[in-house]
């Protein structure tokens, strides 16, 4: 009964908090340039409203329209309930589930893609062929982080990988990870989430046209990609998992507001970079990430 | 700088009879032409008048170096006549607006098409250049945008994400401006004038104050011609604001983007303090100008001028000193000079091109004979030189507004409009933010309108976009379609 309960509290945490972030984002960036900005909870407002509208289907789509985001949304969900939280662990852990969760993020961003291609559209093909390509060079990034943890804990379960700091290389990591959470949840400079430009987007333009329920899913699923993503940033960095219950809170707590802050900051500071860029920027992220492997390799054989 | 030339000259803002204008035989008018457009002189209008049932062409040349126009007209003809645009892309949307509005046949045209008429359909619906082979796809775009924008169709031809070509199709706006004059002008004349592009009203209402006080044998008074100048500046502001503004919200560089919407929004009310509309609705009519501000709404503006200057120069300084904004603007959407010259590039866009090319310096009429402002210049032809360009435009326009809010001139701002002289013609020439804004206008033997050809800065300026985005990527097209900001009413008339 107890585990039960739990459970449904963990939902709850990710369900209801996700969708904070973005508005967060949003204000930061307001208050930079000198704007009042929309309120912090608007996107919970967008999803209340995006629920009760009806749902536009062309003809020419099929039942993985409507099929690819609920998918995408499930599995973004199951993926954030694999994620120990600090002391408090995780429901569900074994052997080996860190694998899972990447490949459960590649199905929600596969299923994604399969929706966008069902419109038939342009615009969504381009935006498949942008957001599955620059996907290869980020997973790459996040799969070298994971080795990171891996070898430095010695184990392949994230409760395990997550409880120590990733020490000495632990700055590498951070700006690693921190790059790959912008371009997964399509930041600037990745991506732009405020344009209406369809031929410069690349996660937006494949959503275009889902509208209603759907839309909202897809949007939630974003909220929670992108907090899955501070989460798993702050205790690869921070050793929360070796804090008490409060101590633990206030840290993740602190944490994810901190890149939460981060990624306004950087919105708002700099201008997105050219598509044919965008592959440097990544690669690089990935190599920071090497080098953080390379010292928990060699750190722990000394 | 008067050369041997068979075309009649003309100044800018002045009017000759109609009987003076040189007239030869089709083929030796089309000659004759193509000898002036091989010199390097530019076509700034080609038109149709219609005679009974045959058709005459007039061609209005801007020859820079000299200062003067020259406009010459073939003798009646019908069916069909040599097409010019096989020798001179520039004349090349000119000879299809000829063939859409009056039928005759432009022979041996590269790519005979409607302006903007359709076949019913909308203008997206037609033949479109097609490149074939494995991986080239087509995007489609609009004429529905995402953005608060006009309506216009884009059609590209892409290899992935590369842009081999790209077509534009315009005339959703079209309105029949030209149509309406006929036998004018109307009472509701001034006011279609003033909306052929909402946001290059000033420019396109001096235009046409210029050609009827031209025919008018007038001219109006002196503080009326300042009053235009001070205007037509403050809409240049206010506009190169927005734009450099709307450039940056384009790379996702927030602090210009957000600054520079609201400094645009303060220029409009400087224009605002003058006439009561930001856009500068009411102030400039045939005779003069009927508003006039005092000496402390003139202090007013002064003062507010100053504050706005030294913003836009804050939010400038923060859009140049970003790497992240430079590495997007330099080297995209390239064009190089000789190409912008073929094709009668105009304005800020020609001037980003190096090319020396501003209505206030080559033919200054009004307040520009007495007060010249440099023409801002930038070698590199790509996003950057047009943003640059046009914040030198930006410190320039502000230097001038300076100078002349420091030294008003007295007197009368309106005069009373004598009767229009029949068969007459008159060109006006006015350097708007966009570029320049050109005005024919005919008077018939009851000293009535019988043709008015009006000449945005778009109608030249959209191939321009058309080539700078070959062998770009398709995702920085946005981008350079603001570098342009081009009018798609002012295009559609």
Same mark, same amino acid.
């Given at each position: 009964?107890?585990?039960?309960?739990?459970?449904?509290?963990?939902?709850?945490?990710?369900?209801?908090?996700?969708?904070?972030? *973005?508005?967060?984002?949003?204000?930061?960036?307001?208050?930079?340039?000198?704007?009042?900005?929309?309120?912090?909870?608007?996107?919970?407002?967008?999803?209340?409203?995006?629920?009760?509208?009806?749902?536009?289907?062309?003809? #020419?789509?099929?039942?993985?329209?409507?099929?690819?985001?609920?998918?995408?949304?499930?599995?973004?969900?199951?993926?954030?309930?694999?994620? *120990?939280?600090?002391?408090?662990?995780?429901?569900?852990?074994?052997?080996?589930?860190?694998?899972? /969760?990447?490949?459960?993020?590649?199905?929600?961003?596969?299923?994604?893609?399969?929706?966008?291609?069902?419109?038939?559209?342009?615009?969504?093909?381009?935006?498949?062929?942008?957001?599955?390509?620059?996907?290869?060079?980020?997973?790459?990034?996040?799969?070298?982080?994971?080795?990171?943890?891996?070898?430095?804990?010695?184990?392949?379960? #994230?409760?395990?990988?997550?409880?120590?700091?990733?020490?000495?290389?632990?700055?590498?990591?951070?700006?690693?990870?921190?790059?790959?959470? #912008?371009?997964?949840?399509?930041?600037?400079?990745?991506?732009?989430?405020?344009?209406?430009?369809?031929?410069?987007?690349?996660?937006?333009?494949?959503?275009?046209?889902?509208?209603?329920?759907?839309?909202?899913?897809?949007?939630?699923?974003?909220?929670?990609?992108?907090?899955?993503?501070?989460?798993?940033?702050?205790?690869?960095?921070?050793?929360?998992?070796?804090?008490?219950?409060? %101590?633990?809170?206030?840290?993740?707590?602190?944490?994810?507001?901190?890149?939460?802050? %981060?990624?306004?900051?950087?919105?708002? /500071?700099?201008?997105?970079?050219?598509?044919?860029?965008? *592959? #440097?920027?990544?690669?690089?992220?990935?190599?920071?990430?090497?080098?953080?492997?390379?010292?928990?390799?060699?750190?722990?054989? %000394? | 700088?008067?050369?041997?030339?068979?075309?009649?000259?003309?100044?800018?803002?002045?009017?000759?009879?109609?009987?003076?204008?040189?007239?030869?035989?089709?083929?030796?008018?089309?000659? =004759?032409?193509?000898?002036?457009?091989?010199?390097?002189?530019? !076509?700034?209008?080609?038109?149709?008048?219609?005679?009974?049932?045959?058709?005459?062409?007039?061609?209005?040349?801007?020859?820079?170096?000299?200062?003067?126009?020259?406009?010459?007209?073939?003798?009646?003809?019908?069916?069909?006549?040599?097409?010019?645009?096989?020798?001179?892309?520039?004349?090349?949307?000119?000879?299809?607006?000829?063939?859409?509005?009056?039928?005759?046949?432009?022979?041996?045209?590269?790519?005979?098409?409607?302006?903007?008429?359709?076949?019913?359909?909308?203008?997206?619906?037609?033949?479109?250049?097609?490149?074939?082979?494995?991986?080239?796809?087509?995007?489609?775009?609009?004429?529905?945008?995402?953005?608060?924008?006009?309506?216009?169709?884009?059609?590209?031809?892409?290899?992935?994400?590369?842009?081999?070509?790209?077509?534009?199709?315009?005339?959703?706006?079209?309105?029949?401006?030209?149509?309406?004059?006929?036998?004018?002008?109307?009472?509701?004349?001034?006011?279609?004038?003033?909306?052929?592009?909402?946001?290059?009203?000033?420019?396109?209402?001096?235009?046409?104050? =210029?050609? !009827?006080?031209?025919?008018? @044998?007038?001219?109006?008074?002196?503080?009326?011609?300042?009053?235009?100048?001070?205007?037509?500046?403050?809409?240049?502001?206010? =506009?190169?604001?927005?734009?450099?503004?709307?450039?940056?919200?384009?790379?996702?560089?927030?602090?210009?983007?957000?600054?520079?919407?609201?400094?645009? @929004?303060?220029?409009?009310?400087?224009?605002?303090?003058?006439?009561?509309?930001?856009?500068?609705?009411?102030?400039?009519?045939?005779?003069?100008?009927?508003?006039?501000?005092?000496?402390?709404?003139?202090?007013?503006?002064?003062?507010?001028?100053?504050?706005?200057?030294?913003?836009?120069?804050?939010?400038?300084?923060?859009?140049?000193?970003?790497?992240?904004?430079?590495?997007?603007?330099?080297?995209?959407?390239?064009?190089?000079?000789?190409?912008?010259?073929?094709?009668?590039?105009? @304005?800020?866009?020609?001037?980003?091109?190096?090319?020396?090319?501003?209505?206030?310096?080559?033919?200054?009429?009004?307040?520009?004979?007495?007060?010249?402002?440099?023409?801002?210049?930038?070698?590199?032809?790509?996003?950057?030189?047009?943003?640059?360009?046009?914040?030198?435009?930006?410190?320039?326009?502000?230097?001038?507004?300076?100078?002349?809010?420091?030294?008003?001139?007295?007197?009368?701002?309106?005069?009373?409009?004598?009767?229009?002289?029949?068969?007459?013609?008159?060109?006006?020439?006015?350097?708007?933010?966009? @570029?320049?804004?050109?005005?024919?206008?005919?008077?018939?033997?009851?000293?009535?309108?019988?043709?008015?050809?009006?000449?945005?800065?778009?109608?030249?300026?959209?191939?321009?976009?058309?080539?700078?985005?070959?062998?770009?990527?398709?995702?920085?097209?946005?981008?350079?379609?603001?570098?342009?900001?081009?009018?798609?009413?002012?295009?559609?008339?």
């Amino acid at each position: 009964m107890i585990s039960v309960l739990e459970f449904l509290a963990r939902l709850a945490v990710w369900l209801f908090l996700a969708p904070l972030l *973005p508005g967060i984002i949003n204000k930061v960036k307001a208050w930079v340039a000198g704007r009042r900005g929309p309120p912090v909870l608007q996107l919970y407002y967008d999803l209340a409203r995006l629920w009760r509208k009806g749902v536009v289907l062309s003809m #020419l789509t099929s039942p993985g329209f409507i099929a690819g985001p609920a998918i995408a949304w499930v599995a973004v969900l199951a993926a954030a309930l694999l994620l *120990p939280l600090g002391p408090l662990g995780t429901s569900l852990s074994f052997r080996g589930d860190v694998i899972l /969760l990447i490949y459960l993020l590649a199905l929600a961003r596969f299923c994604t893609a399969w929706a966008a291609l069902e419109t038939g559209s342009a615009f969504e093909g381009m935006g498949a062929a942008r957001e599955v390509s620059y996907a290869v060079l980020a997973e790459a990034a996040v799969i070298t982080a994971v080795l990171t943890l891996s070898m430095q804990s010695g184990s392949v379960s #994230l409760s395990a990988m997550l409880t120590p700091s990733a020490g000495p290389g632990a700055v590498l990591l951070a700006v690693g990870l921190f790059a790959v959470l #912008l371009a997964e949840n399509c930041r600037v400079p990745f991506d732009d989430p405020n344009t209406h430009l369809e031929l410069t987007m690349i996660h937006e333009v494949m959503v275009l046209d889902h509208s209603g329920p759907p839309f909202a899913a897809v949007l939630h699923g974003a909220a929670m990609k992108l907090l899955l993503f501070s989460v798993l940033l702050v205790q690869a960095v921070l050793p929360v998992g070796e804090l008490s219950v409060a %101590a633990a809170s206030g840290a993740m707590i602190g944490g994810v507001l901190l890149v939460t802050v %981060a990624v306004g900051l950087t919105e708002s /500071l700099t201008a997105r970079v050219a598509f044919r860029r965008v *592959p #440097l920027l990544l690669t690089t992220a990935f190599l920071l990430c090497v080098f953080a492997l390379l010292i928990a390799w060699k750190g722990g054989a %000394a | 700088m008067r050369r041997d030339t068979p075309f009649t000259l003309l100044t800018n803002g002045a009017a000759l009879s109609w009987a003076d204008v040189s007239e030869w035989p089709l083929a030796e008018f089309l000659r =004759n032409v193509n000898a002036e457009l091989d010199r390097g002189e530019r !076509l700034i209008s080609f038109f149709g008048v219609p005679e009974g049932d045959a058709l005459r062409l007039v061609a209005v040349l801007a020859f820079d170096a000299g200062n003067t126009l020259a406009v010459g007209r073939s003798q009646p003809f019908t069916g069909s006549f040599q097409a010019l645009t096989r020798t001179h892309a520039q004349a090349h949307l000119f000879e299809r607006e000829i063939w859409e509005q009056h039928g005759v046949v432009p022979e041996n045209h590269p790519w005979l098409k409607p302006v903007r008429k359709d076949h019913g359909a909308g203008p997206a619906v037609g033949d479109f250049f097609r490149v074939d082979g494995r991986e080239v796809h087509e995007v489609a775009v609009g004429p529905v945008h995402a953005g608060i924008i006009e309506p216009g169709h884009f059609r590209f031809q892409c290899a992935g994400e590369e842009v081999l070509h790209l077509e534009i199709a315009l005339g959703y706006q079209h309105r029949g401006v030209e149509e309406a004059i006929a036998g004018g002008p109307h009472h509701s004349t001034v006011y279609q004038m003033e909306t052929v592009a909402g946001d290059t009203t000033i420019a396109h209402a001096t235009a046409y104050a =210029n050609t !009827l006080e031209a025919l008018a @044998g007038t001219e109006a008074p002196l503080r009326a011609q300042w009053l235009r100048a001070v205007a037509l500046e403050l809409e240049r502001l206010a =506009n190169h604001t927005g734009d450099l503004g709307a450039l940056a919200g384009d790379v996702a560089f927030l602090p210009t983007a957000s600054a520079c919407g609201k400094i645009r @929004g303060d220029f409009l009310n400087l224009t605002a303090l003058l006439c009561g509309n930001r856009f500068g609705r009411g102030l400039v009519r045939p005779g003069g100008c009927p508003l006039d501000g005092d000496a402390e709404r003139l202090g007013r503006l002064r003062e507010r001028l100053e504050t706005a200057l030294a913003e836009v120069q804050q939010a400038a300084a923060w859009l140049w000193d970003a790497a992240s904004v430079r590495t997007r603007f330099e080297f995209t959407g390239q064009l190089g000079a000789k190409q912008a010259a073929a094709i009668g590039l105009v @304005g800020p866009a020609a001037r980003a091109c190096g090319l020396v090319r501003d209505v206030r310096f080559d033919h200054p009429a009004g307040w520009y004979r007495f007060a010249q402002v440099p023409v801002s210049v930038w070698p590199d032809g790509d996003v950057f030189a047009r943003a640059r360009v046009r914040w030198l435009e930006i410190q320039r326009s502000g230097d001038f507004l300076r100078e002349q809010l420091d030294a008003v001139p007295e007197g009368e701002t309106m005069s009373p409009l004598p009767a229009l002289a029949p068969n007459s013609l008159a060109v006006a020439l006015v350097e708007g933010w966009r @570029g320049e804004v050109c005005h024919v206008a005919l008077t018939g033997a009851d000293g009535r309108l019988r043709r008015y050809k009006i000449t945005d800065p778009s109608f030249h300026n959209w191939t321009g976009l058309a080539l700078a985005l070959r062998g770009q990527a398709i995702s920085d097209f946005p981008l350079c379609n603001k570098s342009f900001n081009l009018s798609y009413c002012g295009f559609d008339l």
